[in-house]
């Protein structure tokens, strides 16, 4: 066995002529790259060998990468996010920081089961909504719609049936309580597909992700599918059945050159997850030769979408829609595919099957990336499980930056735990975002730092003919640590695209230059060598997909509106130059009417604390002069808000602590009022004694028995003190007396 073979031990059976076949192997090197991978290619975890192992591009230095995009049924949640982050980081790098070029293609799922269910349930739910709303349709039409519903049942052409009747007779008593009366599951299906696809591209859009080169919808490549399949059957590795045609498995693990299972063939045992790729309309599993058969065409059955095909009107199953749209712009070699590694069984595995069966070759893909689950608590984030967090209701929690930090501080592809934080029902955080928080703290002081440094020595891009700029030890001790820094993201990136040691490394770089400004007289400071640093550190948080490529120093935005570099000097300042304007005409107003030192302070406070915020400043009261910083705004409020609301706890503290105060020096003032002589005969002593003796002292218990003499020294100890007590007050009242009567 070769050295290559034992790093791939999955390796598959004999072939005919008894000599090892691996099921998988690097690309073979062409004309472009003849000398195998390059000296700085990464080694990615390839899902067929569950190794790293170099990357090796099928032209040179051109890249051919497809993922499995969103089935837009519902609101992507934070599962997505995390998969479509990771992806867009990967891409980046590859492209920025490796120089790959890179064409990336993705799906979107726009035919599907899901989204046939969620259409036709909306529509139901719908007119079961007008009809109570309306009052006086007949039971007869909405009790069987509300038990077909209740049921489960996943009977279209009955649920179609029903609600077409009961929205004929709620648009002829009120044409207006449907919105849509001609609606049809054709093209009804589709509407929802498109609100939801449009969704999640603009989630992608607040999150940062940059658009894919090429996009492919299911509905557009319904033709092109027939085809691919066709071709499949002519090639014997699929076969009719009822209307529908499915893969042969069998069949295609016979012939030498093919294997089926190569990424997960512990998944073959799994029937409950095969079937889940077959979709809950799946037709009856007895059309099927074999159980590992899989559907490329679902004969539709009433109630779902269909298009013509030489085996009659149906639709495309869920995996074949992947290959057919990958190929027609990828063809027969593709050097990467990638999804959540939900999609490792079955779906990767049968696309690479009818795939490597329709052109008839071994190896279609040459490296499958998958990304790591994840999970809420240790589940899965799932719809199904309803634990999911949508990427809007995170966006109102955390800013697109500090999540794609929080994915950043973890390995894309291994699985991932959030724990929310909760206020009742309502999800208020995850515990994971505080470190994240604090990563995205400190590049932003860091930023800071190194930028007002620059400024404070009048260099404010690094130079300036009246500074030195001759190093000394301290410069060569910080450009040492630039150079491990460069080093230590380097090795990061090779070792499978490593975010999180990239970060690492990162971090060490800020300790050193902030080391460097404080230890430097300011006047000293090196403004080319800071600068260096500062522009390295956000060229590399630019390729993670936390930094905007201005070729300036700093975080920027992300996630935000697209063109907003195109701004006009005016737009960009006008709203700075309003708050300007309006606090000048505020503080000559104030100084006209000779307003005091408080007013104007109140004034120059609102700027701070309102006005400047609201622009995305936030201003800090130093000694020796206030310093600004750019942040997001929504972050400024909520930290605002955060603030506000520890100020009202504080408030609220010492109001109860008053009031407490205040009620014990009331009771000490009740107390003080009574004389020594009836200390013991009311409130609380009123029942415990019999008799006293001339000063009030108690001698007896309220059973008659006289007290014991170690007791009645202690309470004529009580009694005197109640005595001091009591002639303070007296005198207090007196004095107070005489106050009023000179007056």
């Not at 089935?71 to 949640?77: I, L, R």
């Not at 190093?471 to 080093?487: F, G």
């Not at 400071?525 to 390729?543: N, Q, W, Y």
């Not at 070729?551 to 195109?566: C, H, N, V, W, Y």
Request: aromatic share 8%.
């Amino acid at each position: 066995m070769s050295a290559s073979e034992k790093t791939f031990p999955q390796y598959g059976p004999l072939c005919g002529c008894c000599a090892p076949v691996p099921w998988w192997s690097p690309p073979e090197a062409t004309e472009a790259a003849k000398d195998g991978p390059r000296r700085d290619a990464p080694r990615l975890l390839n899902s067929f060998t569950k190794t790293k192992v170099p990357f090796v591009p099928l032209d040179g230095n051109r890249v051919g990468w497809y993922i499995c995009g969103p089935t837009v049924y519902d609101s992507a949640h934070m599962g997505h996010a995390r998969n479509y982050v990771n992806f867009d980081v990967i891409r980046r790098v590859m492209t920025d920081y490796f120089r790959y070029d890179v064409r990336f293609i993705m799906n979107v799922t726009d035919i599907d089961d899901k989204i046939v269910m969620r259409a036709h349930l909306r529509r139901s739910e719908a007119m079961l909504a007008a009809a109570d709303r309306l009052g006086g349709i007949d039971t007869s039409l909405t009790t069987p719609l509300k038990a077909l519903l209740a049921s489960g049942e996943k009977n279209l052409g009955d649920q179609e049936a029903l609600t077409a009747q009961l929205c004929a007779v709620i648009v002829a008593k009120d044409p207006s309580a449907v919105a849509d009366p001609d609606w049809s599951v054709q093209d009804g299906y589709l509407t929802l597909a498109h609100t939801f696809e449009a969704e999640f591209m603009e989630d992608m859009r607040l999150m940062g992700v940059a658009r894919p080169d090429a996009l492919t919808r299911v509905s557009e490549y319904t033709d092109k599918i027939v085809q691919y399949i066709q071709t499949i059957i002519d090639r014997g590795y699929a076969y009719e059945s009822n209307g529908s045609v499915y893969f042969d498995v069998p069949t295609f693990e016979s012939a030498p050159n093919h294997k089926y299972a190569k990424l997960n063939k512990e998944a073959l045992k799994n029937v409950e997850l095969a079937m889940d790729g077959e979709g809950a309309l799946a037709a009856d599993a007895s059309e099927k030769k074999a159980e590992n058969d899989f559907v490329l065409w679902k004969a539709s059955k009433p109630g779902e979408p269909r298009w013509p095909s030489p085996w009659g009107e149906g639709r495309p199953g869920w995996h074949i829609e992947c290959s057919a749209m990958c190929s027609d712009i990828l063809g027969e070699a593709v050097d990467i595919n990638g999804g959540g590694i939900d999609l490792n069984f079955p779906h990767h595995e049968n696309q690479l099957a009818q795939s490597e069966a329709h052109y008839d070759i071994k190896q279609w893909v040459n490296y499958f990336v998958h990304t790591g689950h994840l999970h809420i608590d240790g589940l899965k984030m799932s719809k199904s499980l309803k634990n999911f967090i949508t990427i809007r209701a995170a966006l109102k929690m955390y800013t697109a930056r500090q999540i794609r930090f929080l994915f950043l501080l973890h390995q894309w592809s291994d699985p991932m735990d959030l724990t929310p934080v909760q206020e009742g029902d309502a999800v208020t955080g995850f515990q994971q975002m505080e470190a994240a928080v604090i990563a995205e703290k400190t590049f932003v002081e860091f930023f800071h730092s190194v930028k007002g440094a620059l400024r404070g020595l009048g260099c404010a891009a690094g130079y300036s003919v009246h500074q030195e700029h001759t190093w000394n030890d301290e410069e060569r001790v910080l450009s040492a640590s630039i150079d491990s820094a460069r080093a230590g993201v380097h090795a990061a990136m090779l070792d499978n695209i490593n975010t999180l040691g990239v970060i690492k490394s990162l971090k060490e770089l800020i300790g050193a230059v902030n080391k460097y400004l404080g230890a430097v007289d300011k006047s000293a400071i090196r403004p080319l060598l800071v600068e260096s640093a500062g522009r390295f550190v956000t060229m590399i948080l630019a390729c993670l997909g936390v930094a905007e490529t201005t070729g300036g120093i700093g975080l920027g935005d992300i996630g935000g509106g697209d063109g907003a570099g195109d701004a006009s000097k005016e737009e960009a300042m006008a709203p700075a130059l309003d708050l300007i304007v309006k606090f000048r005409d505020e503080i000559r107003a104030l100084a006209r009417a000779g307003a005091d030192t408080n007013a104007l302070m109140r004034a120059c406070d609102e700027v701070r604390d309102v006005g400047l915020p609201e622009l995305g400043v936030k201003l800090d009261d130093r000694e020796g002069g206030a310093l600004w910083k750019l942040s997001n705004p929504e972050e400024l409020r909520r930290e605002a808000a955060r603030e506000a609301e520890a100020k009202a706890k504080k408030e609220a503290q010492k109001r109860r602590e008053k009031e407490e105060a205040a009620r014990k020096a009331a009771e000490k003032e009740a107390l003080a009022r009574v004389p020594p002589g009836e200390l013991f005969k009311q409130g609380e002593c009123a029942d415990l004694y019999s008799k006293f003796d001339d000063d009030g002292l108690p001698t007896h218990d309220k059973a008659g028995e006289e007290l014991a003499k170690a007791q009645r020294k202690k309470l004529a100890k009580t009694q005197a003190a109640q005595k001091k007590e009591h002639d303070k007050f007296l005198a207090k009242a007196a004095a107070d007396q005489l106050g009023k009567t000179t007056i």
